[in-house]
T-cell receptor, first 115, second 114 residues
Framework: SAVISQKPSRDICQRGTSLTIQCQVD?????MFWYRQQPGQSLTLIAT?????????ESGFVIDKFPISRPNLTFSTLTVSNMSPEDSSIYLC????????????FGPGTRLTVL | GENVEQHPSTLSVQEGDSAVIKCTYS??????FPWYKQELGKRPQLIID?????GEKKDQRIAVTLNKTAKHFSLHITETQPEDSAVYFC?????????????FGTGTKLQVIP
């Protein structure tokens, strides 16, 4: 499976500010995904990032709040904008295996705390 | 959209006993069912998966069964060990306009008591 890294691993931010999370993969992948995992909860898909096209957002998530970039086949960023304490969560990127998006492998996650 | 229900939410077993986690899904178009294990503070790790054309799959102490008609699938762990303690997530995957969208269950916290 691909080696996936995320930066930062954790951060504490003030409300009203923005944080950009980076996801780097050691091989080219077609699909990259961003998830949110609130404390003690399951994983919720925020959006799907396909290189060269606009990200596809799930119900309840909007581009103004969670802008995503996918400049190439090994890298993506997720920005959490105008943060509030409710945005405190773990944010995980995942990648599909090769050209398949069904089997997904996760990055180590970014633990975000908003004060 | 897809809805995946998972039971139980917590499960305690004695070391050496078996553990069973059950999930149901709603979308008959779902065709791929992965299971993930998440240890505290770690990323979810794929432990086993099954596709809709298969009824059962086994990998050492772990097995998964799928009943497409009833839309349910289960994870079976035999001879449990303390290192099996973690949160387990089932998931169902279906095509969503050109990519496979994975919907996760709510998770089962498994505790194996030595």
């Amino acid at each position: 499976s691909a080696v996936i890294s995320q930066k930062p691993s954790r951060d504490i931010c003030q409300r009203g500010t923005s944080l950009t999370i980076q996801c780097q993969v050691d091989s080219q992948v077609t699909m990259m995904f961003w998830y949110r995992q609130q404390p003690g909860q399951s994983l919720t898909l925020i959006a799907t990032a396909n290189q060269g096209s606009e990200a596809t957002y799930e119900s309840g998530f909007v581009i103004d709040k969670f802008p995503i970039s996918r400049p190439n086949l090994t890298f993506s960023t997720l920005t959490v904008s105008n943060m509030s304490p409710e945005d405190s969560s773990i944010y995980l990127c995942s990648v599909g295996r090769g050209d398949s998006s069904d089997t997904q492998y996760f990055g180590p996650g970014t633990r975000l705390t908003v004060l | 959209g897809e809805n995946v229900e998972q039971h139980p939410s917590t499960l305690s077993v004695q070391e050496g006993d078996s553990a069973v986690i059950k999930c149901t899904y709603s979308d008959s178009a779902s065709n791929y069912f992965p299971w993930y294990k998440q240890e505290l503070g770690k990323r979810p790790q794929l432990i086993i998966d099954i596709r809709s054309n298969v009824g059962e799959k086994k990998d050492q102490r772990i097995a998964v069964t799928l009943n497409k008609t009833a839309k349910h699938f289960s994870l079976h762990i035999t001879e449990t060990q303390p290192e099996d303690s973690a949160v387990y997530f089932c998931a169902a995957s279906a095509d969503s306009g050109g990519y496979q969208k994975v919907t996760f269950g709510t998770g089962t916290k498994l505790q194996v008591i030595p």
